[in-house]
């Protein structure tokens, strides 16, 4: 199986998707979400909480990862504004089939995602997931910080 990763952070229109096929995205990030948080509580850290305007930045991104067939970050600038942040980050992959695997096999193995995941001064997180014509799962996770 082929998978990528990359992670990326900075300090300082919803598109419509049928009901059927969101529900397996929803269970791939909301599976991550909470191995992300399993992470984080497993290291006394606080668990993050979902912000709307990060998962549909990360919702949306996932898509335009899947539909371009390329991994690469979105800019995290907009994101901030928009959600009103002082910092943000973002890990992005593909090719993990669940969103467990996502974090536990993938970016927890890899010295700036882990750093994102487990870094105390976020406090909030959105994750968007999206499968490509192929099968394969495509995944943007935001962090923040108000």
Known sequence: MLAALCAATVTSALWLVPAEAHAPAQRYADRA???????????DLRALRERRC???FAERWA???AREGELVHQPLGPIMRRCDLRSAGENIAYGYASGRAVVIR???HSEGH???IL??????????????DR???????VFGRG
């Open 114 to 116: 882990r750093e994102n």
């Open 119 to 132: 870094r105390p001064r976020f406090r909030l997180m959105g994750i968007g997931a999206h499968r490509d």
């Open 63 to 65: 898509r335009h990862l």
């Open 106 to 108: 993938g970016w927890m």
């Open 135 to 141: 099968g394969t799962w495509w995944v943007s996770q």
């Open 33 to 43: 979400f909470a191995a992300t948080n399993h992470q984080r509580t497993e290291r």
């Open 54 to 56: 990060l998962t549909g």
